[in-house]
T-cell receptor, first 114, second 117 residues
Framework: AQSVSQHNHHVILSEAASLELGCNYS??????LFWYVQYPGQHLQLLLK??????LVKGIKGFEAEFIKSKFSFNLRKPSVQWSDTAEYFC????????????FGQGTELSVKP | NAGVMQNPRHLVRRRGQEARLRCSPM?????VYWYRQLPEEGLKFMVY????????ESGMPKERFSAEFPKEGPSILRIQQVVRGDSAAYFC???????????????FGDGTRLSIL
């Protein structure tokens, strides 16, 4: 069965530190990849997505992610985090031949200390 | 410019009662998805619907759970005879098409927090 794994459950950083959140998926075929963010008490918002083309994807709020097909990975990065980035981050995969459903990782809670 | 609207935001039920969760998709969206988030876990797909059709219900529990998306009105996720283990956050998402091959992402609602006493 397809699955998505986020290695870090809780990450604590100081402001201005660099961020990298890991995401690996298990599926050998065509995938579409997403990172969503959930700020406290709010709904999930799309940070960025990869469908095809340049494997380095830039999203909102200075986030980017790189799709490495050989490693089945789609890690999220930000060079310098801010206190306002405190939130939960979810990696998700849509498998090409399975309609619209998304398979989510378990989420990574990011806490940024001012 | 309303997004995906879910109501209620919080729902409390006693064991054995029925829970009805509603989702109105974004304007122009005809595809609805329901996900469940148990404490300390990620979102798990439940069901994918178009107007009057269930496209994929592979994530739905076999008993007590049902979903519909009628021609008029919101999509409804119905849980009969609720048990403590049904306590979770239920999220609805919508998209303008099936996102099978296009690059339209799913937009999420604020969720309904269901608590079973």
């Amino acid at each position: 069965a397809q699955s998505v794994s986020q290695h870090n459950h809780h990450v604590i950083l100081s402001e201005a530190a660099s961020l990298e959140l890991g995401c690996n998926y298990s599926y050998g075929g065509t995938v579409n990849l997403f990172w969503y963010v959930q700020y406290p008490g709010q709904h999930l918002q799309l940070l960025l997505k990869y469908f095809s083309g340049d494997p380095l994807v830039k999203g909102i709020k200075g986030f980017e992610a790189e799709f490495i097909k050989s490693k089945f990975s789609f890690n999220l990065r930000k060079p310098s985090v801010q206190w306002s980035d405190t939130a939960e981050y979810f990696c998700a995969v849509k498998v090409g031949n399975q309609g619209g459903k998304l398979i989510f990782g378990q989420g990574t809670e990011l806490s940024v200390k001012p | 410019n309303a997004g995906v609207m879910q109501n209620p935001r919080h729902l409390v039920r006693r064991r054995g009662q029925e829970a009805r969760l509603r989702c109105s998709p974004m304007k122009g969206h005809s595809h609805v998805y329901w996900y469940r988030q148990l404490p300390e876990e990620g979102l798990k797909f439940m069901v994918y619907l178009q107007k009057e059709n269930i496209i994929d219900e592979s994530g739905m529990p076999k008993e007590r759970f049902s979903a519909e998306f009628p021609k008029e009105g919101p999509s409804i996720l119905r849980i009969q005879q609720v048990v403590r283990g049904d306590s979770a956050a239920y999220f609805c998402a919508s998209s303008p098409d099936g996102t099978g091959e296009s690059d339209q992402p799913q937009h999420f609602g604020d969720g309904t927090r269901l608590s079973i006493l």
